[in-house]
């Protein structure tokens, strides 16, 4: 059985109701490019001959326009981030960007069932590795540079942008514990994979610093053993709710990115690197916040853990953490959301918040943009 990786980033009790999102009147940064999987993924794989792709109804029921390949019933977390900031338009896949200024806001580069590794998923058929999305972000760098009309131009307002990276989850889901497809559960235990990973993750951060990223969020791995897929394919453990073995091995990769997190923040002055605890927010009993319904998913599913197309989901979908059997309902979306632009607990990212993280990159370029008229 097919597997499309993904997990959900579920909530604590959480001051935020559901149903209810402020956004800001004020856009708080010129643009917002977003690298990612399937939590992410707007319709980067439509066009992809691969069956991680889901623009068809019941996705997208919440949506204005209907399905649009965004893997939830409604807003993803990334959209609902953009509102926060104050964007009156959520990012467009690059997949639908040409030359036009809409680049200059930003571009969502995210793709369903992809990975850090490149052959992480390929089992589903075609995606956009993390690699490769990056390759895709030097196309529009090299845009921005036409639109604007110099390179120079377009590295500085690159340096104002926001850039969210969440990758990870399917080197797990769609690599490391499929052994019958890939050979990395055999070739390394999970404290060796979690190195590997990083290695090329990092490389990746530095080619984003290289193209001008100067303030980004890097998410962590949630806890992939409670999805209504790994607890149905792999059972939960003995005393738990969840299959333990799974989410014991993405924490070793979670560990090495708070350790990246520290080691890009003291190489690079100019920069700002923030973690999200995407883990932590997993935790805590969802009926807090106001969640009936959190072992199966509200659409009935296909043999991978899709949608059936064209079949009637619940109707309550505010009482469900899981849209299918990987992806969070738009309900839960408004909750992680919520909890990564403005911490509920202090453990909910690291060193900071995505409101304080853009916040004082603002208070810098002020100081900086003072201190030039100062000089002059």
């Known amino acids: 059985m097919g597997i499309i ?25 010129p643009c917002f490019f977003i690298f990612g999987d399937s939590l992410a993924d707007n319709g980067n794989n439509n066009q992809l001959l691969t069956l991680a792709k889901v623009n068809y109804k019941p996705y997208g029921i919440d949506l204005p326009n209907g399905p649009t390949g965004r893997f939830s019933n409604g807003r993803t977390t990334v959209d609902i981030i953009a509102e926060l900031l104050g964007f009156d ?20 580069y995210a793709s369903g069932a992809a990975g850090i590794l490149r052959q992480t998923g390929k089992h589903m058929g075609d995606n956009i590795s993390l690699r490769r999305q990056v390759k895709n972000h030097r196309i529009t760098v090299s845009r921005i540079g036409d639109i604007l009309g110099s390179k120079r131009l377009a590295k500085e307002r690159l340096n104002k942008c926001l850039y969210w990276v969440g ?17 990395s559960g055999n070739l390394y235990n999970p404290d060796q994979y979690a190195d590997l990973l990083i290695q090329k993750y990092h490389r990746q951060i530095l080619e984003l610093y290289n ?32 299959v333990d073995y799974m989410n014991n091995a993405v924490q070793f990769f979670n560990k090495k990115l ?14 700002k690197f923030i973690y999200i605890n995407s883990y932590g927010l997993g935790s805590g009993d969802p009926t807090i916040a106001g969640f009936k319904v ?12 899709q949608c059936e197309a064209l079949e009637s989901p619940c109707k309550n979908r505010t009482e ?35 409101s304080n993280l853009v916040q004082s990159f603002g208070l810098k370029a002020e100081a900086t943009a003072m201190a030039e008229v100062t000089s002059m």
């Open 294 to 305: 959190w072992n199966v998913g509200c659409c009935v599913v296909n043999d991978i853990g």
């Open 258 to 271: 708070i350790t990246l997190v520290d080691q890009l923040n003291s190489y690079f002055v100019d920069a």
């Open 320 to 354: 469900y953490v899981f849209w299918d059997s990987f992806h969070p309902t738009e309900a839960s979306n408004l909750i992680t959301a919520n909890r990564i632009y403005k911490a509920y607990d202090p453990s909910d990212s690291y060193p900071m918040d995505l």
């Open 5 to 29: 990786g993904l997990l959900v980033m579920v909530m604590m009790p959480c001051v935020f109701m559901a149903s209810e999102i402020g956004v800001n009147a004020n856009q708080q940064v």
């Open 211 to 242: 193209y001008g990223a100067r303030m980004v969020t890097l998410v962590g791995l949630g806890q992939i053993g409670c999805t209504p897929n790994s607890i149905s394919v792999y059972g939960a453990s003995e005393g738990s709710d969840c």
């Open 89 to 108: 338009k959520h990012i467009p896949a690059f997949a639908t960007l040409n030359n036009s200024s809409n680049l200059l806001s930003g571009a969502n």
């Open 167 to 183: 990758m990870g989850n399917n080197d797990y889901i769609n690599n490391y514990f499929m052994p019958w497809i890939y050979s």
